[in-house]
């Protein structure tokens, strides 16, 4: 579903969900949810975009344009949910993070007009 594993995000300001997780052995339906999550967060008004990785620890980031949509994505029925799910059979422990994104810069391999000068977005008052 996304074209590169980084999100592509606008100029800050704009908002992080930061979901860290431990999982249980459990893995009847996981995937199947968890692409499904990405699909319906996608389809949100206010989403911008979403990162994931996973090794012991699994780590989730979504990006937001919004706290009103982020507080509507956590009040999807679906999401609500596959919340109960995880908490009942996929996880030992998580926690979820809502940031404020007030600058942000990159890099990319093999682009030198990108990489003269690092890249910075931020709000005036930053």
């Not at 969900?17 to 249980?24: D, N, P, Q, Y």
């Not at 949100?44 to 507080?71: D, N």
């Not at 009040?75 to 908490?87: D, P, T």
């Amino acid at each position: 579903m996304l074209s590169s594993p980084i999100a592509p995000t606008p100029e800050p300001p704009y908002y992080a969900v930061i979901f860290t997780s431990l999982r249980t052995d459990v893995a009847d339906g996981y995937g199947e949810t968890a692409e499904r999550m990405l699909e319906l967060a996608a389809g949100q008004p206010g989403f911008l975009g979403a990162e994931s990785a996973r090794e012991k620890v699994g780590i989730t980031v979504s990006y937001w344009e919004s706290p009103a949509a982020i507080r509507a994505w956590k009040l999807h029925a679906e999401h609500v949910l596959a919340r109960e799910k995880g908490r009942r059979d996929w996880y030992r422990a998580y926690k979820t993070r809502v940031c404020k994104v007030e600058r942000d810069y990159g890099f990319e391999a093999g682009d030198e007009a990108l990489n003269a000068q690092p890249v910075v977005k931020t709000t005036p008052n930053s």
